[in-house]
């Protein structure tokens, strides 16, 4: 029997942006690698590492020239970027112009014609670096997110032998907010170069459609692509996961247990902990967050220290301006909020601007009443599933925002939009008031969800998709 790609029998190339580990250098020049930020390296790893895989990827550091090495079964494969490369194809272009214009323009989106220049120079340096390591004919790539959007094409040129697989880990934008990029077509063409498409929602595969016929005049049916050169592909939503039962496992050790007593202890035994945890990025809608909290304290329907926000906030994109702008306004806000309402000893938010290790994640969703997911805009938020995949206890509310992709498919959550500051307070209320029983039966249809599609799952529609495609195109092209 043939293995699906990415089971062991068939080793897949993974390109993303980031490598799994970062190299962080310390105060006395020293190095260590750290765990990478944000949703695509937690869920990529257990699937590079169950097929004895390579990752080829940026090790986070500029001017950074390594060699390939071995780590926790995987191979790695550094790709260097120069600080100027940095600044401009990933500070630059990535994250000042793809991203707030694909999270429907909730930051400004800036157009730099040199920062373009940069994202097509270092895609044709991660291009070049998969075909140099990839195998023979039929090797799986699987190439990952908006920063590396170019690559499919630029690797079908050098190598068609390969079976080439892409993932938006992020929304695509509607026709109207798209049509702004001045590189529309370019992008647009650089997907067309996969055998497959994979999108977090169906939207964002129909946006995607739209987008292609509009610029690049290709047919569609259905999800189905046809290219006017003979090649077909597909592009269609597989929503991404977590790895359910080792977050359940992790949820259940005693030590998690314990951990996450203690942590309810030092905040002081409150009734209710509040719980958000987020990078801190302006697509998260922690403002809105902390204006409908603050809000419930001045109005006396939430009391501190009886009810507490732990507001977790991981550094991100430091260098990115509207970044620090953002930093800067929620670290007011919080001020505000705790100026009115801490007592001595007793904050009513504890903000922590800091990561920690996922022990640490699954102790805190435990010990929290509440959740809060609000995002403006977000692709799936892996954060609310690793919520539900840690509550084996079947408590704790979730408050989920509709426009992460996430509440398509947890629909027990309390689901709010979060532009609606009323609606949030009210939303809030209602998580925090629930009935145990309600609550239980809310959290075990989620928890049914989460554990039946994993992130295993998610890889193997995936990649058995990417085969499928990629064997009705041999056989057409067989005499
Ligand atoms: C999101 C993106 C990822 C990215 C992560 C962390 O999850 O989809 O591609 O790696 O954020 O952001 P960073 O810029 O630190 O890689």
Same mark, same amino acid.
């Not at 129909?206 to 569609?220: C, D, I, K, Y």
């Given at each position: 029997?043939?293995?699906?790609? /990415?089971? $062991? ?9 980031? !490598? ?30 169950? *097929? ?52 429907? %323009? ?11 220049? =940069? ?8 291009? #070049? ?5 990839? #195998?023979?004919?039929g ?5 990952? &997110? ?14 068609? &032998?390969?079976r080439?697989?892409?993932? &938006?880990? +992020? ?9 702004? !990029? ?5 992008? +647009? ?6 055998d ?13 459609? $739209?987008?292609?016929?509009?610029? *690049? /005049?290709?047919?569609?049916?259905? *999800? ?15 929503? +991404?996961?977590?790895?359910? =039962?080792?977050? &359940?496992? !992790?949820? $259940? ?22 719980? /958000? ?20 304290? #001045? ?9 507490? !926000? ?24 919080? @001020?505000? +909020?705790? @100026? ?47 919520? %539900? ?9 979730? %408050?989920? *925002?509709?426009?992460? /992709? ?20 009210? =939303? ?38 990417l085969e499928m495609v990629a064997e009705?195109k041999a ?5």
């Amino acid at each position: 029997m043939r293995g699906v790609a /990415g089971t $062991r029998e068939t080793p897949v190339v993974v390109v993303a942006n980031r !490598l799994p580990v970062d190299q962080v250098t310390l105060g006395d020049g020293s190095t260590e690698w750290r765990p990478s930020p944000g949703g695509l390296v937690a869920a990529l790893e257990p699937v590079v590492q169950s *097929s004895g895989g390579t990752w080829v990827g940026w090790p986070g550091a500029p001017d950074t020239e390594l060699d390939p090495f071995d780590a926790d079964g995987m191979h790695v494969v550094p790709v260097a970027l120069s600080a100027e490369e940095v600044a401009e194809y990933y500070e630059g272009f990535s994250n000042g112009t793809l991203w707030p214009l694909y999270h429907d %323009v909730t930051g400004e989106p800036v157009f730099e014609r040199r920062w373009w220049d =940069a994202y097509r120079t270092v895609n044709q340096r991660f291009a #070049d670096a998969v075909a140099e390591v990839a #195998d023979g004919p039929g090797t799986v790539v699987w190439v990952q &997110d908006y920063q590396l959007q170019l690559v499919p094409d630029m690797l079908r040129r050098r190598r068609p &032998d390969l079976r080439i697989g892409f993932f &938006d880990h +992020i929304p695509f934008p509607g026709w109207e907010i798209y049509a702004r !990029l001045p590189w529309r077509k370019q992008i +647009i063409d650089g997907l067309l170069g996969a055998d497959l498409i994979g999108f977090q929602r169906g939207g964002d595969a129909a946006n995607f459609l $739209r987008a292609a016929r509009s610029t *690049s /005049g290709v047919v569609t049916r259905g *999800s189905v692509i046809e290219r006017g050169d003979g090649r077909q592909l597909r592009a269609a939503a597989f929503p +991404i996961s977590v790895d359910a =039962a080792a977050l &359940d496992e !992790l949820s $259940r050790r005693p030590e998690t247990l314990a951990r996450a007593a203690e942590l309810r202890r030092d905040l002081g035994n409150p009734t209710t902990i509040v719980l /958000g945890v987020d990078r801190l990025d302006y697509t998260k809608g922690i403002l809105h967050r902390l204006r409908a909290y603050g809000e419930l304290l #001045d109005e006396g329907r939430l009391g501190a220290p009886d009810v507490v !926000l732990v507001q977790v906030a991981s550094p991100s994109r430091e260098r990115v301006e509207e970044y620090q702008r953002l930093r800067d306004e929620v670290e007011v806000t919080v @001020g505000r +909020i705790n @100026g009115d309402h801490s007592a001595v000893g007793h904050p009513a938010v504890h903000y922590l601007h800091q990561t920690f290790p996922k022990e640490e994640m699954a102790a805190l969703y435990l010990a929290a009443d509440v959740l809060l997911v609000t995002p403006l805009r977000d692709g799936m938020n892996l954060v609310a599933k690793e919520y %539900v995949a840690c509550r084996h206890d079947e408590r704790g509310s979730l %408050v989920l *925002s509709e426009f992460a /992709g996430a509440a398509d498919e947890l629909r027990q959550a309390f689901l709010v939009n979060p532009w609606d500051i009323d609606g949030l307070k009210d =939303a809030v209320l209602r998580a925090i008031a629930v009935a145990p029983a309600e609550a239980a039966r809310r959290m075990r249809a989620m928890r049914r969800r989460v554990s039946e599609f994993d992130v295993h799952r998610w890889a193997s529609a995936f990649l058995g998709g990417l085969e499928m495609v990629a064997e009705s195109k041999a056989e057409r092209a067989a005499p």
